[in-house]
Nanobody, 120 residues
Framework: QVQLVESGGGSVRPGESLRLSCAVS?????????????MAWYRQAPGKQRELIAS???????NYAESVKGRFTISRDTAKNTVYLQMNDLKFEDTAVYYC?????????WGQGTRVTVSS
């Protein structure tokens, strides 16, 4: 069974950057099947529903929510079994818990997420 563990969150000021990582663990066959999926990052801000913000397909084609386009970059590294989210020019409204999962998401893959707080 595949497990996803997010890391890299923290407290930053507006305009700063963070890179989030999502480590994919599990047996070789499970991981290989998992990597067939479109990978994605989601976030849930306080009092709001979880939303899809970035996705990356096997051919590395990417899509972004308008709110993060031009500032965030998703990438997937199968050799390192990791999905990344580079976040630049962070804004107050980026404050949220960030999760990785497939797209569409699979219930069994939701992890604990990593918290990002943007404050002055």
């Amino acid at each position: 069974q595949v497990q996803l563990v997010e890391s890299g969150g923290g407290s930053v000021r507006p305009g700063e950057s963070l890179r989030l990582s999502c480590a994919v663990s599990g047996g070789v066959l499970s991981r290989n099947r998992f990597w067939l999926n479109v990978m994605a990052w989601y976030r849930q801000a306080p009092g709001k529903q979880r939303e899809l913000i970035a996705s990356a397909a096997r051919d590395h084609a990417t899509n972004y929510a308008e709110s993060v386009k031009g500032r965030f970059t998703i990438s997937r590294d199968t050799a390192k079994n990791t999905v990344y989210l580079q976040m630049n020019d962070l804004k107050f409204e980026d404050t949220a818990v960030y999760y990785c999962n497939a797209n569409p998401p699979k219930d069994e893959f939701w992890g604990q997420g990593t918290r990002v707080t943007v404050s002055s």
